[in-house]
């Protein structure tokens, strides 16, 4: 596992074409802001919008992970959109209704002909058919800006595959699963989908909660406030996090030096967990010169 992965619990989705979301953008802390070009703005409205956001960025920005979701590469509005995103120094480039590695593959050569920071990221979003029965191959598609995480677009695969949805959204599960599966094979991140219906609290906090035991880092959002949610729910609680201290001081003590496998509180704990530990105390800035727990 990779533990230097900072956290990503949540990621709002704000429309650029909307002048009053992205203003208030600038005010929220979500740890991802993906600044939409594609789905949220209508055809006449994307050179707008890109110019917008093109402004927005040149301003101070919060501490939150910048992304820019660009229209498909083969649109018009493509290319302008990448040209813009790697001008803006962004973070990352988010590519939707991602179908196969050599769509990757494609956008990576052409930052790689604008001569894009080599910092710079390529998210994919997974919301066809098609994309999510290659998403195998898409999480290895040889790039030269690394793939650094999985989004899943449930209105777009329930649009394409003409699902009608339960409660609890488990005719979404097979096709969710999937995401996840190629995103944990690849160890990158991977989050979940929007959940539309922004004034049901509870509605949402379950969803977060079943994203999170199915193993997704993260949710995608589309209102402030699910932010604080997601990131409860996607954060490592404190007991989970109490724990994590516990096994680490636990391999730390001499007593136990060079031991691949010790007993703690009654049960077996692996490296495998001090791996898992480390990296979730990682996330939260705890390293090599953690202070014990008190
Ligand atoms: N990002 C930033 N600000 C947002 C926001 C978002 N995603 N969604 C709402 N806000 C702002 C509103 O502009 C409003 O700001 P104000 O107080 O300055 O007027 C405030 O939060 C309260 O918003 P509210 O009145 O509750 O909702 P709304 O009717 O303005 O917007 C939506 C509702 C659904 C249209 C809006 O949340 C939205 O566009 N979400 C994102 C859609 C999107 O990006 N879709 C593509 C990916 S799935
Ligand atoms: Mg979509």
Redesign the pocket.
Known sequence: MNATRTLLRSA????AA?A??LA??AG?APDAIIF?LE??AAPGEKAAAREALRAHLSRPRSRALHVVRINPLASADGTEDMLMARGARVDAILLPKVESAAQLVELSDALAETDAPAHLRIWAMLETPKGILNAGRIVEAPLRYRLAALVAGP?DIVAQARLRLSPGRPELLPWLAQIVLAGKAADIVVLDG?YND?RDTAGFEAECSAGRNMGFDGKTL???GQIDGANRHFGPSQAEIDDAREIVAAFDDPAHAGRGVIKLGGRMVERLHLNAATALLAGLGEGQDRKEPQ
Do not use: E
């Open positions: 709002l989705f704000v429309p909307n009053r979301a208030k953008s929220l939409d789905d949220s209105n929007v922004f589309i209102h402030p």
